[in-house]
């Protein structure tokens, strides 16, 4: 890495290129599961639940394919694809349990976005620096909401929440397909 801050015009002509024409199809489709998971909190939340634990149950996959290239006997060589299958399998067979512990990590991202929220205000004082509480301080109700409904409250909050970033991401996918770079 050289350390620059990349041109705003490469990024959005990276993106471009990666959607490529599906840019418009994959935007309108994240925002329409994200408007669904509004509708449907609780199904979107179990959907969650299942992609994470399939990662979780891939990447054992994967570990032990590795493990097995490198011709690995310890023990510790496969706990880890262990872990991963059983954390995969729980989430599975008792996905309200997965559910909930996506909303405990839920609680730990919005309280370190929290914490990063209120050094910025006191590096970078002055301009910014409301925006930057003031995120901070939603930041510190939702992991609030999450830790004070918690378990029950997960089932409907992973399921709003993951709906409303698809929505956003879905967003600025159509401004980025609209931006004009010269």
Do not use: C
């Not at 449907?40 to 493990?67: M, Q």
């Not at 006997?73 to 599975?92: A, C, E, N, R, V």
């Not at 990590?105 to 970078?124: C, E, G, H, P, W």
């Not at 992991?143 to 956003?168: K, M």
């Amino acid at each position: 890495m050289n350390g620059q801050i990349p041109d705003l015009q490469n990024i959005i002509e990276t993106e471009k290129k990666m959607f490529g024409k599906y840019l418009l199809p994959v935007a309108i489709l994240l925002i329409l599961i994200g408007v669904f998971g509004i509708i449907s909190p609780v199904i979107l939340s179990a959907v969650t639940d299942g992609v994470i634990a399939a990662i979780l149950i891939l990447s054992g996959v994967i570990w032990i394919w590795h493990s097995l290239q490198m011709r690995q006997h310890q023990l510790s060589d496969w706990l880890k694809p262990l872990l991963l299958f059983i954390t995969g399998g729980i989430m599975i067979a008792m996905p309200t349990a997965g559910i909930a512990a996506i909303g405990l990590m839920f609680v730990l991202y919005f309280v370190i976005d929290a914490y990063r929220n209120f050094t910025q205000s006191k590096i970078y004082p002055g301009h910014g620096r409301g925006w930057s509480i003031f995120s901070g301080l939603v930041d510190v109700l939702i992991a609030l909401l999450f830790v004070v409904t918690w378990p029950r409250g997960s089932l409907i909050l992973v399921g709003i929440f993951v709906g409303v970033n698809l929505i956003f991401d879905g967003i600025i996918l159509l401004m980025l397909r609209n931006l004009k770079t010269s």
